[in-house]
């Protein structure tokens, strides 16, 4: 493991899931986390050398400016105060050509796109921030999403991004956007990408992942059902669809009526009966369940 490896080379390093810890420190993403080495601890040669070799696609590009990337990511007392709440949309940005990508002509044209958006900056050269204004609630999913797709295809690229909640700015507001942050890189590292995420998309897994991690009885109830053919997608099926058969087998393109067999067999052969709310649950935590020991 790399991290055992890091820590071994380099004791004084802090592996979490905080972009900044620090003007002491140079930071670095790899993978779902942040791996933060003394300055003192570290040449400038070990720097370059350290990049390439964790994460020479994500490394930060340039030194913040930004005031709300200064007093989200880096412990500035500045609140900004033109705004009571916000929400802060974190972008993933899958870049086939660097040298053609221009990051302040997509900023700016999404924000010219979306009028709810005041503000933005990236962290690495495939992760940003916009700051949206959006006091009423307004659902912007399919507004986001439109947007998105336009976007993808004049510049060439790929992108997912997360919606965050209306928080209000106050000194919390950088402790929420850390979790938030966290949220977004799970699901991107353990789960099927959407282009657009919510936290009520992810709650459940997020929420109950160190319980589900530890337990046996989900561990072995998610071997039960991957050995049945299908069985992992019809439970996701079923979920996502409120336990509604017909909506199910339109998702997965099958009639009620075979929708309805493969139930039945999946009864049979594991007792959990998926048109039953609370075991549609209990399998569903089975499936998204991770074994951590």
Known sequence: ????????????????????????????????????????????????????????????????????????????????????????????????????FDYQLWLDSFKNTLSFIEDGFFITEQYGVLIIYNPTHIDLLDEIEGILNVLDDDFTVQTSVYLGQNWFVTENLPKLFAEEQQIFMDQHSHFQRKKIATLADNALTHFSHEATSKSTILQTLKESILSIDGGSELIVSMWNNLGNISKAANELYVHRNTLQYRIDRFFQETGINLKTMDDLLLSYLAIISRNES
């Open 1 to 100: 493991m790399i991290d055992d490896l890091l820590q071994e080379l380099f004791p004084e390093i802090q592996i979490n899931n905080s972009s900044w810890v620090g003007e002491d420190y140079f930071s670095v993403p790899y993978e779902e986390k942040w791996v933060h080495f003394p300055n003192d601890s570290i040449t400038e040669r070990e720097k370059k050398l350290i990049v390439q070799l964790m994460s020479p696609e994500t490394v930060p590009f340039k030194k913040q400016t930004n005031r709300w990337a200064k007093f989200l990511l880096e412990g500035s007392k500045q609140i900004p105060v033109d705004y009571e709440k916000i929400q802060l949309l974190q972008v993933s940005i899958k870049i086939t050509n660097n040298d053609s």
